[in-house]
Each structure stands twice: as structure tokens, then as C-alpha cells.
């Protein structure tokens, strides 16, 4: 498949100029891939080889396209996470204009902070709409929702086997307990001694 090959490729070419950042390539795409995206270009080759082989192992390989797409909205989300943080702890201000606001998200981004220009454009436009703490959640459940779609995780049955787990651990250990119990020697109850009728004394009185 041509889609497998060019995303395997990719990851590798990738993952020389980001992590080696050795040779003309890699001192001058690195730094200027984190001012895009910030931090998370270290995860993008790896996350391009999984999809490779995700879409390898797929019979239908027909939402091969929307999948990488998705993969990329994902990447996009945590960029905007991760601008959110850096907002929040007021290393950017939102309140400056966007051309302050970008320029110092890419210098945080070519040294790998924050989200770079791409998360931080996104996530400035999102809090004005609905607030940090609301882009951050919003950011985090399509993020989720992406990610099972495009592995193909079906909840219901994660939240059922784990559920099935629990009640399996719990049955044997109460089956353990049952036997244990089975093996414990009984004591015999003790011996109650027969009362010894005290004799009066001479000296009480009768």
C-alpha cells in the first residue's frame, strides 16, 4: 500500500531531523518544526509509524485518508493543551495583540515549550470563546473520541472486561478464603473445671 509506505518514510525522515538534529536539515527544520507545533513534533514521528501500521493491519482500508487526517486534528488538540498551560501559568498573555502573542509562542516552541504558533492560534480563539478550563476539556474529549475512532476501541466492551475482571479477582478470593477457612483446625471447646465447695472458716461467724 502506497499510503503505508509514505507514512513509514515519513516517520523515519522525521524522526532523523527531530531527534539527531544533526546536519544542516536537522538545525534548521527542528527548531523551526517546534516554533510550528511546539513540543509535540517529538511525538509526531512515532505517531506516524503507528498509523502505518494501523492502516497495514486494517482490512478496509478505504478511511485510511480520514484516519491520518483525524491523527492530525489529535496532534493539533494537545498542541492547543499544551498552549493552554502556558497561558494559565502567564508565560503568554492573551490579552497582547496576536503578532506578540505568536512570535513568543514560536520562541517557546523552537525551544520546545508549549504548543508552538499552530496550539497557540487555536487556543487563543478558543478561550476567548469558552475559557481556558473549557478549551482545555473541550481540547481533551474530541481528542479522546478521535483517538477511538481512528484505533477502533469500542468502550463498551473495555468498561465490560474490566468489569468481568474485577468480579473474576473478587470470586477467587472469596473462594480462597472458603478454603482456608475448610482447612483451619476446630479447637475443642474447653474444659469448664468442677467447682470446689469452699469450706467456712472457722473464724466467720455462722
Known amino acids: 500500500n502506497m499510503t503505508v509506505l509514505v507514512l513509514i518514510i515519513l516517520a523515519i ?3 532523523i531531523i527531530i531527534y539527531t538534529k544533526q546536519g544542516y536539515l536537522g538545525e534548521t527544520l527542528s527548531p523551526a518544526l517546534g516554533g510550528l507545533v511546539g513540543y509535540i513534533k517529538y511525538f509526531i514521528p512515532i505517531g506516524l509509524f503507528a498509523m502505518a501500521i494501523k492502516i ?3 482490512e478496509n482500508k478505504r478511511y485510511s485518508s480520514s484516519k491520518i487526517v483525524m491523527f492530525l486534528i489529535v496532534l493539533i488538540l494537545v498542541d492547543c493543551i499544551l498552549a493552554c498551560y502556558q497561558v494559565s501559568k502567564g508565560v503568554i498573555d492573551n490579552t497582547e495583540e496576536m503578532d506578540m502573542i505568536l512570535s513568543k509562542a514560536y520562541d517557546l516552541g523552537s525551544k520546545n515549550v508549549g504548543g508552538g504558533v499552530l496550539g ?3 487556543a487563543i480563539i478558543l478561550i476567548k470563546l469558552i475559557g481556558t478550563v473549557g478549551t482545555i476539556i473541550a481540547s481533551f474529549v474530541v481528542s479522546l473520541i478521535l483517538g477511538i475512532i481512528i484505533f477502533g476501541w469500542e468502550p463498551t466492551e473495555i468498561i465490560s472486561s474490566s468489569v468481568d475482571r474485577y468480579e473474576e479477582r473478587r470470586a477467587r478470593k472469596t473462594q480462597a478464603r472458603r478454603e482456608m477457612a475448610k482447612q483451619e483446625p ?5 474444659r469448664v473445671g468442677k467447682r470446689v465447695k469452699k469450706k467456712p472458716s472457722v473464724f466467720q461467724n455462722p
Open 56 to 58: 497495514a493491519t486494517e
Open 120 to 122: 497557540t492560534t487555536i
Open 186 to 190: 476446630i479447637e475443642p471447646p474447653a
Open 13 to 15: 525522515i522525521l524522526g
